[in-house]
C-alpha cells in the first residue's frame, strides 16, 4: 500500500487550505444565502472587451503567443503604467502578461527567493503571500499593522524587521483585506529605510484603480531611487471585471523579468490568447474613454463602501474607514467571539457569509472581512441581518 504521507512534500502538505474558500463553499449550497465573501466583481466584464475577445477567435487567433505575451498588450501595458502612474517601462523586455496578478506573485518569488530567505510582509494581509513565501523555500517574517495607524506599514516595522536574510518586502496596498492606503509621503518614508539596501519590493497593485475620496494610488516604483529595486504587478480581474479571464501583468527591470520569464515559459508557457485580446480592449478603451467604466464602478463602490462602514458602526462594531479595494474589516472584539467563531454563528443564524479575520495572519484575529462588490440590495438586507445577529447576542 502506498504511503502517500512519505511522498508528498511537506512543506507543501503543512499549509492549511485557504480560509476565503472554507466559507464559500458552503454558502454556495446554502438556500438565501449571501455571500460578502469573496472578493470578485458583481459587475459583468464589459462586452467590449468580450467582443474583442471572440473576434480574435474568429480571426484564428487561437495559438500561443510569445511567452511575455503580445506585443501590442505589452504596448498597451507601458503605456497605460506611464500615463496612469508615472513610471516607464520597455515593453520588449521589462513587461510580462501574467496567468492574473496571482501568477505574477508566484514567478516574483521563485524567482528571488531561495531556502534560508526571509520575506517580509504585512499582517493582516492577503492569504497568498505566505503560502507563496512558503512554495518557494522561504520563510515569511510579518510586520505588524493596525487599525490605529490605519493598516500602514510603518518605517519603524520594518526596520525592526530586516535581517541580513532579508531577500524581498511584499508591499499590498491599496490592502486586502484592510482597505488600507498608502500615500507618496508614506511610500517615501518606506523608500528611505530601503535605500542602501540590497532589497527587492514586490508591489502588488491590483487594487491600484479602487480609491475613494481625495485619495489617488502611487505606485511605488514611481518614489525616486524605487524603480531598480521593485516589481510591479497588477492586473484586470478588479477594475476591469475580469476576475475569470485570468488576465494580469508584472513590470520591473529586465534583469529580474528575465528570471521571470524563464520560469512562467517553462510551466505557463503564455497567458490565454484570447484574454489577451481581450485586455488590450479593455486598455485601448480605457484610454479612448477615460477609463469611463472603471470610474462607474469605482462609484458604485464608493455607495457600498459608505452603507456598509456606517452600518458598523451604528451596530456598535468598530470599523476603519477603507480608502482603497472593495474591503471592510470591522472589529468583533465587543462581541466576545473569535473570528472563527463569529463568522461560523453569524452564517448559521442569519445566512451571511464573511471572512475570519484571522486567514489573513494573526493580527486580523478580532476582526472580519467583508466585501463590498456584490450588488447594493444584498449588501443592505446583509447588515441588516448582521445588525440582527449582533443585537441578539
Sequence with gaps: MMNYDQLVCRRIADVPPSGIRKFFDIVSEMKDAISLGVGEPDFTTPWRYNDAAIFSLRQGHTHYTSNWGLIELRRAIADYQLHRFGVEYDPTCEVLVTVGASEGIDLALRALVEPGDEVLAPDPTYVS???GIVFSGGTCVTLPTSAENQFKLTPEALRAAITPKTKAIILPYPNNPTGGVMSRADLEA?????????????????????????????SFASIPGMWERTITLNGFSKAFAMTGWRMGFACGPKQLMDVMVKIHQYTMLCAPTAGQYAALEALEAGKENHYADVAQMVRTYDRRRRIVVDAFNQMGLSCFEPLGAFYAFPSIRSTGMNSQEFCKRLLDAKKVATVPGDAFGALGEGHIRVSYATATDKIIEAMKRIGDFVSEL
Design 190 to 218: 518606506i523608500a528611505d529605510v530601503l535605500r542602501g539596501t540590497n532589497i527587492i519590493v514586490i508591489s502588488d497593485e491590483i487594487y491600484a484603480e479602487l480609491t475613494y475620496g481625495e485619495q489617488t494610488h502611487v
Design 129 to 131: 503571500y505566505v503560502p
